[in-house]
C-alpha cells in the first residue's frame, strides 16, 4: 500500500467531511436540505453544476472510450451531456426557476396532477440508481488501482462514504464541497494532462498535442458516425439520449432551483455546459495519448495507469485526490437528487412521513445508496450504466416537461399516456433489439432489416 498517498486521502476525507459538518448549520428546514434555501450565487450555482457533471463518466468513462472507440465513443460525455447544460440555460432554467419548486416532481404536480407527480417520480428514481452506480464503479476502480482494495469491496467502502456525506447536510454541504473539489480537479487534471503531453513531446506539451493529431489515426479523431444508416440512427439515438435526457433530471433543476435568480440560473447553466465540454477534452486526449505512448493497462484505470507512470509521487497524490474528490462530488449530488423525489414527492403522501420532512429526506438517502450497489454489481461499464439512466429519463418525461412550459394545454391524462407510451416503446425496442440482433461489435456490419424491425 501506498501509505504517503493513503494519508493523503484520508486528511481530504476528514476535510470534506469537516466542511459539510459546518454547512449543515444552514440547514433548518426542508427547502434548506434540498434546495439550499435558493441562495446560490453564480459561482456557487455553477460550480455545483459543473462538478456535478464532470464525474466518473468524463473522468474516467471518456478516456476509456476514447482510447478503445477514438473521439466517437464519447459522444454521450462530454459532448452530449455538456450541449444539455446550455440549452437548459437558454430554454429551461428561467420558466422552472420562476415556479419555485422543490423537485421535477412538483412540476408534473403543479402543471398536470397528483398522478402525473407519481408517475413522474416513479420514472425519475431507476435512472438515477444506474448514474450513482457508475460513481461507486469508478470509485471501486481507483480503490483497486492505488490501494489494491478488490473493486467490489471498494464498491461497498464508497457507498459508505457516500451515504455519509450526503446523509449530514444536504444541498448546503454538497454545493460548498463540490465547488472545493471542482478546483481540485481541475489543477488535477491540468498536472497529469501537462506530464502526459509533455512526454509525447518530448518536453513540450504543445509538441505533445501536435504529435497527437499528426500520428492518430483519422477515424479515432472524428466524432461523426460510421457510414451506414443504422451507425447514424444509433449516432443520433446517443445525442439526443444525453442532449435531452438530462433536462427533465432532478439533478440539473435541482441547482436550478437552488439559485438565487432565474438570471443566476440561466447563466450557470451555459457557463457550466461550455467549461464542461472544454475540460472534457482532456481525458479524452490523455486516453489516445496513452496509446501512441504504449502504456498497457486496464482501460478501465487508463487515467490511473498514467499517473502512476508519469507523475512524481507528490503530484500522484494531488492527482488521485483530485480524482476521488470530483467523482464524490458528483455520487452525493446523484444521490441526493432521487432521494429528495422520493422523500418529497412519494413518501410525503403519507402523514407520518411527513411531519418529520429532514428524517423522510434522510432515510431515502439509504435507500438510494442500497439501490444504487445493486446497479454498480450489475457488471455494466461505467459509460454503461449512465446510458440506461438517461434514456428512461428522455423517453419518459422530456416531452411532457416541454409541453407543460411551453404548451397551452396541460391535460393529464395526455401526460400520462405520453409518459407510459414513451417508456413502452423504447423497453419493446429494446428486447426486440436483444431478440433480432446478434452481439456485434461492428454496429455498421448489423443486420439492417433486423434494426428497422426493433425500431
Not at 454547512?23 to 459561482?43: F, M, T
Not at 450555482?45 to 468524463?58: E, K, N, P, R, V
Not at 509538441?207 to 447514424?232: C, N
Not at 428524517?359 to 457488471?379: K, N, P
Amino acid at each position: 500500500m501506498d501509505w504517503p498517498l493513503t494519508i493523503v486521502v484520508s486528511l481530504y476525507l476528514i476535510g470534506i467531511f469537516a466542511l459539510s459538518i459546518y454547512a449543515s448549520g444552514q440547514v433548518h428546514d426542508e427547502a434548506d436540505y434540498v434546495v439550499a434555501g435558493r441562495r446560490l450565487p453564480l459561482w456557487l450555482a455553477w460550480g455545483t453544476l459543473m462538478a456535478t457533471w464532470f464525474g466518473a463518466a468524463t473522468v474516467l468513462g471518456a478516456a476509456e472510450a476514447a482510447r478503445d472507440e477514438g473521439v466517437r465513443g464519447t459522444l454521450l460525455d462530454p459532448f452530449a451531456s455538456g450541449l444539455a447544460l446550455i440549452v437548459a440555460g437558454l430554454f429551461f432554467a428561467k420558466p422552472m426557476w420562476e415556479m419555485k419548486l422543490l423537485t421535477v416532481g412538483d412540476f408534473f404536480a403543479q402543471r398536470y396532477g397528483p398522478r402525473a407527480e407519481l408517475v413522474a417520480s416513479f420514472l425519475l428514481i431507476p435512472g438515477y440508481l444506474g448514474w450513482v452506480g457508475a460513481q461507486f464503479v469508478a470509485l471501486g476502480n481507483l480503490q483497486e488501482i492505488f490501494f489494491g482494495v478488490p473493486t467490489a469491496g471498494g464498491v461497498l467502502i464508497a457507498a459508505v462514504i457516500i451515504l455519509a456525506y450526503t446523509w449530514i447536510g444536504g444541498m448546503w454541504s454538497v454545493t460548498l464541497t463540490d465547488t472545493l473539489q471542482l478546483g481540485v480537479l481541475l489543477v488535477g487534471m491540468l498536472i497529469l494532462g501537462f506530464s502526459v503531453f509533455s512526454h509525447l513531446g518530448d518536453g513540450s506539451p504543445v509538441d505533445g498535442v501536435s504529435r497527437l493529431f499528426q500520428e492518430t489515426e483519422p477515424e479515432k479523431l472524428t466524432l461523426l458516425p460510421e457510414p451506414g444508416l443504422p451507425a447514424a440512427m444509433l449516432w443520433l439515438g446517443t445525442l439526443a439520449s444525453g442532449m435531452f435526457g438530462n433536462i427533465p433530471g432532478q439533478d440539473l433543476m435541482q441547482r436550478v432551483f437552488a439559485a438565487n435568480s432565474a438570471k443566476t440560473a440561466s447563466r450557470a447553466c451555459v457557463l457550466a455546459g461550455v467549461i464542461y465540454i472544454l475540460f472534457g477534452l482532456l481525458p479524452i486526449g490523455m486516453g489516445l495519448g496513452s496509446l501512441l505512448l504504449e502504456v498497457e493497462a486496464n482501460p478501465q484505470g487508463i487515467l490511473g495507469t498514467l499517473a502512476h507512470e508519469f507523475l512524481s509521487p507528490m503530484l500522484k497524490a494531488v492527482f488521485v485526490v483530485s480524482l476521488i474528490s470530483i467523482i464524490v462530488s458528483t455520487a452525493t449530488s446523484a444521490v441526493l437528487s432521487p432521494a429528495t423525489v422520493l422523500a418529497h414527492n412519494l413518501f410525503g403522501r403519507f402523514t407520518s412521513f411527513g411531519r418529520r420532512p429532514l428524517l423522510m429526506e434522510r432515510t431515502a438517502v439509504l435507500l438510494v445508496v442500497i439501490g444504487s450497489v445493486v446497479m454498480a454489481y450489475t457488471g455494466e461499464t461505467i459509460l454503461g450504466l449512465l446510458e440506461t439512466s438517461v434514456a428512461t429519463v428522455l423517453v419518459g418525461l422530456f416531452v411532457p416537461l416541454v409541453v407543460g412550459i411551453y404548451g397551452r394545454r396541460h391535460r393529464e391524462r395526455a401526460a400520462l399516456l405520453a409518459m407510459l407510451l414513451g417508456i413502452g416503446v423504447w423497453a419493446g425496442r429494446e428486447l426486440l433489439e436483444a431478440i433480432l440482433l446478434p452481439p456485434a461489435e461492428d454496429v455498421a456490419a448489423a443486420d439492417y432489416p433486423a434494426l428497422v424491425a426493433a425500431t
